[in-house]
């Protein structure tokens, strides 16, 4: 069995590690992406994806069951810190990174692992203030 299955590089900012913002910073990746990927899947398609993660993922951390994937997006990511803070800064980033590993699994099983990459990597230039290449014109 492989260990790093249904896994893939974590994406914009590290959702394995907890900073000073606490669950801030573990869901502004969530922030990120969905702010790259709703213009290209609109936001039900967002949420859709977000939801069958939380699915999937709630298998290893049943806590993660408990948040609502309906839409907005904004909803969506305020019940995602809310399970965050009841899960505790203990398991709280090791759930979200596996959340976060499963969302990025689905979305390269439907869109292509590139296509994939090349959505985390715009959304880590977001992160850090950078402009996309395209975008510097």
């Keep these: ?8 590089p974590r994406s914009p ?3 394995g590690q907890t900073t000073s913002n606490g669950t801030a910073a573990l869901v502004e990746p969530w922030l990120l992406l969905s702010e790259q990927l709703t213009p290209l899947i609109g936001e039900s398609g967002f949420c859709a994806l977000f939801g069958r993660a939380l699915r999937l993922s709630a298998v290893r951390f049943e806590r993660l069951g408990s948040c609502d994937s ?19 800064p203990g ?7 596996v959340l976060l590993g499963t969302f ?3 979305l390269g099983n439907l869109i292509g692992e590139a296509l994939t990459q090349q959505l ?8 850090n203030g950078q402009k996309h290449g395209q975008e510097q014109k």
Excluded: F
Excluded at 71 to 85: F, G
Excluded at 91 to 97: F, L, R, T
């Design 120 to 127: 985390i990597h715009v959304a880590q230039e977001s992160a």
């Design 104 to 106: 990025t699994t689905l």
């Design 91 to 97: 398991h709280a980033a090791q759930a979200n990174g």
């Design 70 to 88: 309906a839409r907005p997006v904004a909803d969506l990511l305020m019940s995602l810190t809310r399970t965050l803070n009841e899960i505790g």
């Design 1 to 8: 069995m492989d260990h790093n299955e249904g896994q893939r």
């Design 13 to 15: 900012g590290d959702a």
